[in-house]
């Protein structure tokens, strides 16, 4: 009996011994020691590039110079001689001169870009002025009247000078546009309307001899003078046509060098001058103008 009762304590103790161990390791359900513990760590997905979005619109700044075929001018409705002995005369082509030789231009516009190939802005510039000029002088003798007349003198100066803006709705492609693009050469063309002031000084003075069979006497004398001055504004058809390179500066700045060909339509200005023997409803026509211009300027861009 005592025996069996030893046996039983000795198979409890070596139960307990083995069983102890088991349950420490398995007290938390297996999720191993203390120093396991803590937030499961989560994947860091891989950096997502950032699109590089081209610009929207643009502002420009431009200035050119331009040389050219000057415009045909001439001038018709003036006669002078009313009473001469061989009647009256109009103004002769030598007596006009023209400077249209250069024009220099200043500008600004805003453009918006339709796709990486294509934009278009509008623009608006001012431009130099251009002068046609009358001068000359003419001699006559006025019709025998009762064995006596007149030995008339007369001289003529004239101007007109034309200013004003143009403005245009323009519209290009470009070969290689794009955010890496240095370099990007294109071709353009455009149409409007070019808003003329036109400003024209006339003089006319006219001085005489009298004169009979014995010769003309002094002194001499003044016989009229008329001087007319008037501005007008008109509008007439402008268009353009170009090549040119952009070249960028950084993101936001291009450096646009550019040859463009612009034509200006025909303009005049008009007015009555009303000397007693000389006038008329004068006019004076500026022909178009065909223009080469070279242009720079800066384009900024905008998102």
């Excluded at 001289?155 to 693009?181: A, C, E, M, W």
Aim: charged content about 20%; proline content about 4%.
């Amino acid at each position: 009996m005592k025996l069996n009762q030893i046996s039983l304590s000795l198979m409890v103790a070596a139960f307990a011994a083995i069983s102890v161990p088991a349950s420490a390791a398995d007290w938390n359900y297996g999720a191993g020691s203390i120093k396991d513990t803590g937030p499961v760590a989560v994947p860091v997905p891989a950096p997502v590039p950032i699109p590089e979005y081209s610009a929207r619109y643009y502002f420009r700044v431009d200035a050119g110079i331009g040389l050219g075929d000057g415009p045909e001018a001439s001038e018709s409705g003036y006669y002078y001689g009313g009473d001469a002995s061989y009647g009256r005369r109009e103004l002769g082509d030598g007596w006009l001169t023209e400077d249209f030789d250069t024009f220099v231009t200043f500008g600004v516009g805003v453009g918006m870009y339709i796709s990486d190939r294509f934009r278009v802005d509008v623009t608006a510039e001012t431009r130099s002025r251009g002068e046609v000029e009358i001068d000359g002088n003419y001699r006559f003798e006025t019709v025998e009247l009762h064995g006596a007349w007149e030995d008339v003198y007369g001289t003529v100066h004239d101007k007109t000078s034309v200013s004003g803006g143009i403005f245009l709705l323009n519209g290009y492609y470009d070969f290689n546009r794009g955010p890496q693009s240095r370099f990007t050469p294109y071709v353009g063309a455009g149409i409007g309307f070019a808003w003329n002031e036109l400003r024209r000084v006339h003089g006319t003075s006219e001085a005489s001899w009298d004169c009979d069979a014995g010769g003309c006497r002094a002194p001499r004398t003044v016989r009229d003078s008329q001087h007319v001055t008037d501005k007008t504004h008109d509008l007439s058809i402008a268009a353009m046509a170009s090549v040119g390179l952009g070249y960028r500066i950084n993101d936001y700045m291009l450096l646009d060098m550019n040859y463009r060909y612009l034509f200006v339509d025909s303009t005049d200005a008009g007015f009555s001058i009303r000397g007693e023997q000389f006038g008329g409803d004068s006019k004076v026509s500026i022909g178009a103008m065909h223009e080469h211009q070279l242009r720079a300027g800066l384009r900024f861009d905008v998102n």
